[in-house]
């Protein structure tokens, strides 16, 4: 009896060609599955979406505030009347601040232990696109010094600036700088239509917001008042001035008064003022940016005070 042979295919034999449904079959076999076409432009639904991820930037608790840069953070850091909460510190502002470090230590300030941080760390806690030098300080604000307090020291300073609503915090800082250079005595702005003493002021007065008193008063015509009484000559900065500064005797106690660009002084700060004074200007453009005229008319003043 002859065994049966069993039908098999031996894709192995020499000269064997499968057919072509066969073929087909095995390649669609061994191809991975069809992925199936996102809709409406989506993502791939095998795909789960990542949400993208922002870093956000650092808000300070309560009324603190961020100051950064070397020199003002190292003016506020050695202050005694601020009280700092954090000190955040790159690896390159480590060796740019060691020193005030030290000084605060050897002068007893209560200060926090440095955080170390990346400068990539550091851009997120500030404004975009601000220079920071790798040293970043939390900060309550300083207590609000009143005029009164200023009239009251003896001696009381021979200069003061007004400042009637000027807005821009980069000219009130760069007006802090000029007055703690020319040894004014303090800087009044009223509490409404001024800027916040934030970091971007402080880094633009350079150390300046914490060796000058910012003070803020309700009315700025009242406050004139208060400084024609105490014996301060009330010069307002105008352009329709009929005498330039260098034609008024500043020698005396004086108080110097500067509006906003564009709109100037307001009529009422006008009235009190006891003299309008112009800068010497020449050509096509008459006026100047309110932070250079104040550093002009400080300069004129120490120079008639000498």
């Not at 309550?140 to 200023?150: K, R, S, T, V, Y």
């Amino acid at each position: 009896m002859k065994n049966k042979k069993t039908h098999t295919t031996n894709h192995s034999r020499p000269g064997f060609r499968p057919s072509a449904t066969s073929a087909r079959s095995q390649n669609r076999a061994e191809r991975p599955e069809k992925r199936e076409k996102p809709k409406f432009g989506g993502k791939p639904a095998h795909r789960s979406a990542k949400p993208d991820r922002k870093e956000e930037t650092y808000k300070p608790a309560g009324d603190s505030i961020l100051i950064w840069g070397l020199h003002a953070v190292r003016a506020a850091y050695l202050n005694p009347k601020r009280r700092v909460t954090r000190l955040w510190l790159s690896e390159a502002g480590e060796k740019l601040f060691t020193r005030t470090i030290d000084e605060a230590r050897d002068d007893l300030l209560k200060r926090p232990d440095a955080k170390k941080m990346d400068r990539e760390g550091l851009d997120r806690l500030v404004p975009p696109n601000t220079v920071h030098q790798g040293i970043v300080i939390e900060t309550l604000p300083l207590p609000d010094q009143g005029l009164e307090a200023i009239l009251s020291a003896d001696p009381p300073p021979d200069l003061i600036l007004l400042l009637d609503q000027v807005t821009d915090p980069h000219n009130v800082g760069a007006i802090l700088r000029s007055a703690a250079a020319f040894g004014a005595g303090a800087v009044v702005m009223t509490e409404r239509n001024a800027p916040a003493s934030t970091g971007v002021l402080a880094k633009t007065a350079s150390g300046a917001l914490d060796v000058t008193p910012l003070l803020h008063v309700v009315n700025l015509s009242r406050a004139l008042d208060e400084l024609r009484e105490a014996g301060y000559w009330c010069i307002g900065l105008a352009e329709e001035g009929e005498k330039t500064l260098a034609d008024i005797d500043m020698s005396g106690r004086t108080a110097l008064i500067l509006g906003a660009e564009g709109e100037g002084l307001r009529h009422l700060t006008r009235q009190k003022c006891d003299e309008l004074a112009k800068l010497p200007t020449q050509g096509p453009i008459g006026s100047l940016n309110v932070s250079n005229a104040a550093a002009i008319a400080l300069y004129e003043m120490r120079r008639q005070s000498k």
